[in-house]
């Protein structure tokens, strides 16, 4: 072989080992970018499915203690004997009550006399 044909070589060999170092580096760091990013993009999911999942707890423990309070829910309650209507009244009461809380609307529950048992504003 002669001297240009080898230094042609050599140079042909330097090419294609600084290329491919310079895709494999390349290649870790834009991996390494990715999976950082991922790893961000998961913690805010996470942090956002906690929030969620707090506001709705908080959500059903306020719900349980204002039908604890309530004093349609006690006086049924206090009575020993319970008709079948009257449980039927109560479970389409708290049906629409959870309907109407799950939809943030305002409520405002009062008997005829004007008297407020129960009122829940927004969400």
């Given at each position: 072989m002669t001297l240009r044909k080898k230094l042609m070589l050599s140079f042909l060999i330097l090419v294609l080992l600084m290329g491919s170092m310079i895709g494999y580096f390349s290649y870790q760091n834009a991996k390494n970018l990715?999976?950082?990013?991922?790893?961000q993009e998961m913690a805010d999911t996470i942090n956002r499915i906690d929030i969620s999942i707090n506001s709705q707890v908080q959500q059903i423990n306020r719900l349980a203690e204002n039908v604890k309070s309530s004093q349609i829910?006690?006086?049924y309650l206090k009575k020993e004997i319970h008709?079948?209507?009257e449980t039927e009244e109560l479970n389409d009461w708290m049906e629409r009550l959870l309907n109407l809380i799950s939809s943030c609307s305002d409520l405002i529950l009062m008997n005829e006399d004007g008297t407020v048992y129960y009122s829940y504003s927004g969400c």
């Open positions: 990715v999976l950082e990013n991922k790893e829910v006690r006086a008709t079948q209507e």
